[in-house]
C-alpha cells in the first residue's frame, strides 16, 4: 500500500504513488488513511488535515489557526457529504487498507 491516500466527495482518490501530498487537490477530503508502520491510520471528519514532511505525519484539526498557514500548501480541507456517500467511500477505504487494520 501506498503511504498515504486521500478519498474524495466525488470517488476520486489521490496516494503518495501519485505524487507529494502537497500537489493533492485541496478541497473535498472526507478520509486520509496513513500507512503506520505495519497498520492504517484512519483521519476523517476534520475541517483541515495537515501533513508535516518532516516526519511525513498528519494530522486532521479544526483549528486551523495562524501559525498552521506557513504549512500551506500541506493543508487539505475536509468536506461535508451525505452520510450514504460518507459510509460508501470510508467503506472504500475500510476494504482497500483491510489488511493493515486487521494486522493480517
Known sequence: MPEFRIYYDDGSVYDAEDGPFSNAPTDGVICIVR??????????????????????????????????RKFCPQVKFGRYTSHANQARIMNRARDEWKGLTNGD
Request: proline residues 3%; negative net charge; aromatic residues 12%.
Open 35 to 68: 500507512k503506520e508502520g505495519d497498520r492504517a491510520e484512519f483521519l476523517s471528519g476534520a475541517d483541515y488535515y495537515v501533513h508535516f514532511a518532516d516526519d511525513g505525519s498528519i494530522i486532521g484539526t479544526g483549528d486551523i489557526g495562524p501559525l498552521l
